[in-house]
């Protein structure tokens, strides 16, 4: 069967939220979860820290998963648990407001350019450039690119990225600001606009510039519709 002729939704509400929760749907042989994309919506965080076993199983699974993240959580330990097992399925996580779970459901990859064509996690601290794995694009698109630009709850040392693509007969590139975290279009920690490309290769390259030393953990994410 094609894939994507049909979705099923399964919905697990809690109110102390377990990883173990997610590991057993994934654990389950009535409805099998392989190629799926989960996305999570998370009130509270998890007590667990260790996500290995989750993540293995989503992986052999060959699914994604995203995570959206309160941020003012009803309790739990581990802010970023969930976010480091989005960030290791190659899903993305972000932390929003609660007024915000609607339209950022609807502004990740889910519905329309759900095809993950480029995925890297970068750790980055203070101000420089990070050469990124090079991008390898088949098709002339309007590409999705989607960035999670803090790994944490509230917005404290974030001032500034840029991604950078470049070859000898294209460029481009897709700047975040402080005055753009600010706006409800993008809200919380996760920021997505689309892009035209050619069908090439691209050198990637991250400006980053944050206010301290601590070391953040950036998703970056391009989809394409096909």
């Known amino acids: 069967m094609p894939a994507g002729l049909f979705k099923t939704i399964f919905r697990i509400q809690t109110k102390d939220f ?3 929760a997610l590991e057993k749907f994934f654990s389950n042989t009535e409805a099998p979860a392989c190629g799926s994309r989960i ?6 965080y998890p007590n667990e820290a260790d996500n290995s076993r989750l ?3 989503i992986r052999s699974h060959h699914s994604i998963l995203n995570v959206i993240t309160s941020a003012t959580p009803s309790g739990g330990s581990q802010p970023k648990s969930m976010y480091s097992v989005s960030s290791k399925t190659n899903g993305m996580g972000a932390f929003v407001d609660d007024y915000y779970f609607d339209p950022i459901v609807s502004r990740f990859p889910l519905f ?3 095809y993950p064509v480029y995925a890297t996690t970068v ?3 203070g101000s420089g450039t990070k050469n990124l794995p090079n991008l390898y694009l088949p098709n002339p698109y309007p590409y999705y690119i989607a ?3 803090q790994d944490h709850v509230p917005i404290d040392s974030f001032q500034s990225i840029n991604l950078r693509w470049a070859n000898p007969n294209d460029s481009g590139n897709f700047e975040v600001n402080l005055n753009d975290v600010s706006s409800v279009y993008y809200s919380g920690t996760y920021a997505h606009d689309f892009f035209m490309f050619n069908a090439t290769n691209y050198n990637m390259t991250l400006d980053y510039n944050y206010s301290g030393m601590d070391v953040q953990n950036l998703q970056i994410r391009i989809y394409s519709k096909t």
């Open 18 to 20: 377990r990883i173990q």
């Open 39 to 44: 996305v999570v919506l998370l009130k509270r």
């Open 55 to 57: 993540v293995s199983l």
């Open 112 to 114: 329309n350019n759900t």
């Open 123 to 125: 750790q980055v601290s």
């Open 147 to 149: 960035i999670t630009y």
